[in-house]
C-alpha cells in the first residue's frame, strides 16, 4: 500500500482527492478565502457603540418662555441693502444688512455664520427676513473662499473675519452693542465659539444643526446613520472608518479632526441649539449632550434646546423652511436675559441617535487606503497595459503572430475584462447607494440586490484571475514536451505581469469587502 493510500483520518484524504481532481476549483476557493481575510483585516475596524445618553424633551411645545411680549414673525417690515464690510487685513467685502423698518430704540444683532454649503451675502434671505421681521437687525457676510477648499479650511482665520462682521454690526446705527450676537449653521457651529471665546462682547450664540463633534467622527456618524437607515450590508458599514480615517497627510484635510470643545468651554454667554429631528447626518443627542458639559466646566448652565419634528438639516419640512424655529430664535434673543435659563430647557420632538460618535482609528500604513488607492491604480494600469500588448500580439503579419500567446492570450484577456468589471460594479452600486442614502430613500432591491451582484461579479472575477497560472503553465510547459512551442520571452513577461496586476486590482477590491470572511 503505497503512502497516498495511508493518510488518515477521512476528511484530510478528501480535500487532497479535491485538489487533485480540480486543482483550479481548489486554488480558487483558497484564493477566495484569502482575499475575504484581508479585507476583514485590512484598514481599522468599525463597531459603532449604542447611544448611552437620553434627552427627553420636557414638552412637544418648542415656544420660548418670555418674561415680556416680544415681537411675532411679521409685525415688522424689512429693510435690506448691501453694505461693504471692512476686514482687518483690509480686505472689503459685501454683506447684506436687514433692519426692521420703524424699529423704536436700539434693536439686537445677529451676525450669520456661514456653513459649508452657504458663502454668499445673499445666502440666509428667508432666515434673515423672518427674523428681522420680529425687532432684530440682521447681517449677513460673505465667505472669503480663496483659502477654503475640500482640503484645506482654516477655522481660526475665518472666525477673525466674522469676529469683524461682528464688531461692525455693533457698532451701526439702531443696534444695540450690548444685545449682538451669532448665529451660526452647521459648520459655521464649529467657528462661532471662537469668536464668542475671544470676544465677551458676544451677547448669544444660536447653533444651528451643529455638529459639535470634529467633522471626521460627524461624518463617519453621519455615514453610519445613512447606510444602517437604507439596509445596508456589514460590509458596506466596514468600509466607513477605512474610507474616513485616513491619514490624508500633512497639511491635507487636518480640519477633519479640529475639535471645538476647548472653545466652547470657555464660552460665558447664553447659547441656543436647533435641530431637526429628520437629520439623520448630526448627532442630535450627543451633539447637545457634549455641548452641555462643556458649558459647565466654564461655569455656564444657559443652554436651551430646541428639536423640530421631521425637519432637516436646514430646519425645513418638505423644502420649506420651519418658521416655529425661526420665531422660537426670535423669542429667545428678544427675551433675553431672561430667556437664557427660562423653562423648558429641552422642548420639541423626541431625537433619535441610536449610535454614538466616537473617534476613527487609522489602520497600518499597509493596510491603509492610500496603499489600496495607490494599488488600484498601478493594477489598473498594468492590467490595460497587458490587455493591449497580448490584443497587439495577436495580430498576424505575414500570415504570423507577432506573438504566440498559445492560448493563454484569451484567458488574460478575459480575467482583465472580468476584473475591471468588478471594479465597475463595485463603484456603480457605491454611487447607486450614496444617492439613496442623500435623497433618504430606501431601496432593498437595490441596496441588498445590487450589493449580492457585485459579490457575484467579484467571485467570478476570482475565477477567471486563477485560470490564468494554470493556462500560463499550460503554455509555459506543453504536454508534447516540444520546447519549441514555449512561451517567448517578451509573451511570458506580459502574461506575468497582467495576472501579478489583476491580483492587485482583486486585493484592493477586497479591500473594501466584497468577498465573503470566516471571521
Known sequence: MDDEETISPEQPRGLRRLALRHP???????????????????????????????????TSNTSI???????????????????????????????????????EGLAPGMVFVHGTGTDSYKNFTREAEAISSAGIVTLVPDKRTENYT????????????????????????GVDPKRTGLYAVSEGSSIAPIVAARNTSVNYVALISAPVLPIREQGA????????????????????????????????????????????????????????????????????????????????TDLTVRYYAEADHGLQVDGVLDMDAMQDTSDWVNGLPYTADAAPRIAGDQPQQD??????????????????????????????????????????????????????GSVVHLASLSVVLAWVATVGYTLLVVALAVSYEQNRWIVQGGW??????????????????????????PTDGSANHTLSGFANTIVIISFLAQATLLFTLAYWGVYPALF
Open 150 to 173: 475640500a482640503t484645506h479650511r482654516d477655522y481660526l482665520e475665518m472666525a477673525n473675519d466674522y469676529e469683524d462682521a461682528f464688531e461692525d454690526l455693533r457698532g451701526r446705527s
Open 355 to 408: 449610535y454614538m460618535a466616537a473617534s476613527v482609528s487609522q489602520p497600518p500604513w499597509f493596510a491603509s487606503g492610500e496603499v489600496a488607492l495607490w494599488g488600484l491604480i498601478v493594477g489598473l494600469s498594468l492590467t490595460l497595459l497587458g490587455a493591449l500588448l497580448t490584443a497587439i500580439g495577436g495580430i498576424s503579419f505575414r500570415r504570423k503572430k507577432l506573438l504566440n500567446f498559445h492560448g493563454c
Open 221 to 300: 456618524l453621519a455615514a453610519d446613520s445613512y447606510l444602517r437607515n437604507l439596509g445596508a450590508p456589514e460590509q458596506i458599514l466596514s468600509a466607513i472608518p477605512k474610507l474616513i480615517g485616513q491619514d490624508f497627510g500633512e497639511g491635507t484635510l487636518e480640519y477633519i479632526d479640529f475639535d471645538i470643545s476647548d472653545y466652547q468651554k470657555q464660552m460665558s454667554m447664553p447659547v441656543l441649539m436647533l435641530y431637526g429631528t429628520g437629520d439623520m447626518s448630526m448627532p442630535t443627542v450627543q451633539g447637545p449632550v457634549i455641548t452641555r458639559e462643556d458649558l459647565r466646566e466654564g461655569g455656564n
Open 452 to 477: 449580492l451582484l457585485v459579490q457575484l461579479i467579484g467571485l467570478v472575477a476570482a475565477w477567471m484571475v486563477t485560470r490564468v497560472p494554470f493556462a500560463w503553465h499550460k503554455a509555459h510547459y
Open 65 to 103: 418662555t418670555t418674561l415680556a411680549d416680544t415681537p411675532d414673525l411679521g409685525s415688522y417690515d424689512v429693510n435690506s441693502e448691501v453694505v461693504s464690510l471692512t476686514l482687518r487685513d483690509g480686505t472689503e467685502i459685501p454683506a447684506t444688512l436687514r433692519t426692521p423698518a420703524g424699529f
Open 24 to 58: 483550479r476549483l481548489s486554488v480558487w476557493i483558497v484564493f477566495v478565502l484569502i482575499l475575504g481575510m484581508w479585507g476583514s483585516w485590512a484598514g481599522p475596524g468599525w463597531n459603532p457603540q449604542p447611544m448611552r445618553s437620553l434627552i427627553v424633551p420636557e
